[in-house]
């Protein structure tokens, strides 16, 4: 399939993330993916998006977390303001910062912080066709918040990753997962994070040439560590 190029962290959910090295891989995901959220008093997360259990709060791109210890063991994470500088009370900031009194950094409990399911895993050549259809828009794998980005072999089709859909793999020496769908896009692919502006032409293009649909979501078979140079390898069907 190819190499593990990055891997992703994002210990807040809907804000930006960690670029890791290596990381512990368990049941729930990559260890301290999403563990926290933006909560609000209807119980709600923040979210780029409105749903039953999502709430749109503009402006969490523009924040970033971290763990401060790297996260082995996660304690609370490390909140971070648009410049890139931690902030001393997180939910104190987060009042301030999105105007409202009623939301707190909250950790997960019996409601998922995930979308869809614990892994998403993005190829570079899906990302590369990405980038010739919206020449002139800066495009990186940020906008779609995978966990780990694959490297893929020259010549490699983009969407590669529908043909894993079903299929089992093995990252490195123990860790195995199973691709199970891929995930349907939102307006939060468009939306201005940092450095990346706001562009509607990003989904656009998903929605023309692929219904809306990129990357491949995956269960976790066998946990263990995810390394960045490590192989991944398709099992047999």
Not at 15 to 27: A, F, K, M, N, P
Request: proline fraction near 8%; hydrophobic fraction near 35%; aromatic fraction near 6%.
């Amino acid at each position: 399939m190819g190499v593990v190029e990055r891997l992703w962290r994002y210990p807040v959910k809907s804000t930006g993330g960690e670029r890791l090295r290596s990381v512990e891989v368990d049941g729930r995901g990559l260890v301290g993916d999403r563990l926290y959220a933006v909560r609000d008093a209807d119980g709600k997360f923040g979210s780029g998006k409105n749903t039953r259990r999502f709430r749109r709060m503009d402006g969490l791109l523009h924040l970033g977390s971290r763990y401060p210890d790297g996260g082995r063991e996660p304690g609370l994470p490390e909140l971070t303001d648009p410049h890139g500088r931690p902030v001393a009370d997180p939910t104190a900031y987060l009042r301030a910062y999105l105007g409202r009194d009623d939301v707190e950094l909250a950790r997960e409990g019996e409601v998922s912080h995930f979308d869809q399911l614990p892994l998403s895993v993005l190829t570079t050549a899906t990302l590369d066709w990405i980038r010739r259809e919206v020449p002139g828009v800066p495009v990186d794998e940020r906008r779609f918040r995978p966990n780990i980005l694959v490297r893929t072999p020259p010549g490699t089709p983009p969407f590669v990753e529908d043909t894993w859909i079903g299929r089992r793999a093995r990252l490195g020496d123990t860790l195995r997962v199973e691709f199970v769908r891929s995930s349907e896009r939102c307006a939060m692919t468009n939306q201005a994070q940092r450095d990346l502006p706001h562009s509607p032409l990003i989904l656009r293009a998903i929605a023309t040439a692929h219904d809306n649909r990129l990357d491949a979501l995956a269960t976790v078979l066998t946990p263990g560590t995810a390394r960045t140079g490590e192989t991944v390898l398709l099992e047999r069907a």
